[in-house]
C-alpha cells in the first residue's frame, strides 16, 4: 500500500469517525447492536494507524489540497 499524500478533508473525517469510535467504546454513545467492542477497537487502531500516516505525510511536505492544517473539532462532520 502506498503512503497517502496529506488532505485536510481526508483527516477531517478520519478523525470524525475515530472519535466516533471513541465515543462508543467509552460508552458515551450505543454502537451498532451487531458489533462487538473488540470489533471497534480494531476499527480504531487501523483509523488512528492511517491517520498517523496522513500527519507523516504533511511533516514530509506531501500534501494534495493546500496548506497543512489540522482539522478543528469545531470542523468535523457528524458521523452518522
Known amino acids: ?10 483527516a477531517r473525517n478520519t478523525l ?3 472519535l466516533e469510535e471513541v ?10 447492536s451487531d458489533v462487538s467492542w473488540q470489533d471497534v ?10 491517520l498517523a500516516t496522513l500527519i507523516d505525510s504533511a511533516r514530509k511536505g506531501r500534501t494534495a489540497d493546500g496548506p497543512v492544517v489540522f ?3 469545531d470542523d468535523l462532520p457528524e458521523v452518522k
Open 1 to 10: 500500500m502506498s503512503t497517502p499524500v496529506y488532505s485536510y478533508t481526508v
Open 16 to 18: 470524525a469517525i475515530i
Open 23 to 32: 465515543r462508543i467504546l467509552s460508552g458515551d454513545k450505543l454502537g451498532p
Open 41 to 50: 477497537a480494531g476499527t480504531l487502531a487501523v483509523n488512528l494507524h492511517y
Open 71 to 73: 482539522p478543528s473539532l
